[in-house]
């Protein structure tokens, strides 16, 4: 594979992982993650 053929994979890989970020953060998904290590982290010092 050329230079040009790697770049252009990556840089469509980039946009794939972007727009599948965009598409949780839109789904409100970010909120639900954060919960989950917030209550894994309290969980862990023994607060929960």
Do not use: D, F, H, P
């Not at 946009?15 to 894994?40: D, H, N, P, S």
């Amino acid at each position: 594979m050329s230079a040009r053929g790697k770049n252009l994979a990556a840089a469509g890989l980039l946009a794939l992982g972007l727009g599948m970020m965009a598409l949780g953060l839109w789904r409100g998904e970010a909120t639900v993650v954060w919960r989950k290590a917030a209550q894994i982290c309290l969980e862990c010092i023994g607060l929960a």
